[in-house]
C-alpha cells in the first residue's frame, strides 16, 4: 500500500506563489513518473505537470512559465512551484504517482485547495 501526501495549498491573490508538497510512502519498490492534477467545481481532472524517474518533465499549455515541478527521489517527494498565480488557477490539486510494488499501479493523494483571488 502506497501513500501520498499533499500540503502546501492556501488562498492567494493574484500574481501570488505557492509551492505544493506531496510525498509518498509505503511499501514499493520505486516511483515512476509523478504529476499534479487539479479539478475545479464542475469540471474534469486535468494534468498540470508530470515529471518522470529521469527528471522529464511536461506541463499543461496554460501553466507552461509558471508552474515548475521537481522532484527529490530520495524523499519521495514531488514539488510544484506555482508563481504568477491567476484566479483560473484555483482548484483541487491532486498529486499522482505511478509506482512499482507488486505490480504497477496509480495512486491518488487526497487533494488540497489551492485559490486564488482576484
Known amino acids: 500500500q502506497v501513500q501520498l501526501v499533499e500540503s502546501g495549498g492556501g488562498l492567494v491573490q493574484a500574481g501570488g506563489s505557492l509551492r505544493l508538497s506531496c510525498a509518498a510512502s509505503?511499501?514499493?519498490?520505486?516511483?515512476?513518473?509523478m504529476g499534479w492534477y487539479r479539478q475545479a467545481p464542475g469540471k474534469q481532472r486535468d494534468m498540470v505537470a508530470a515529471i518522470t524517474s529521469g527528471g522529464s518533465t511536461n506541463y499543461a499549455d496554460s501553466v507552461k512559465g509558471r508552474f515548475t515541478i521537481s522532484r527529490d527521489n530520495a524523499k519521495n517527494t514531488v514539488y510544484l512551484q506555482m508563481n504568477n498565480l491567476k484566479p483560473e488557477d484555483t482548484a483541487v490539486y491532486y498529486c499522482?504517482?505511478?509506482?512499482?510494488?507488486?505490480?504497477?499501479?496509480?495512486?491518488w493523494g487526497q487533494g488540497t485547495q489551492v485559490t486564488v483571488s482576484s
Open positions: 509505503g511499501s514499493f519498490f520505486r516511483i515512476n513518473a
Open positions: 499522482n504517482a505511478n509506482v512499482l510494488g507488486g505490480g504497477f499501479s496509480n495512486y
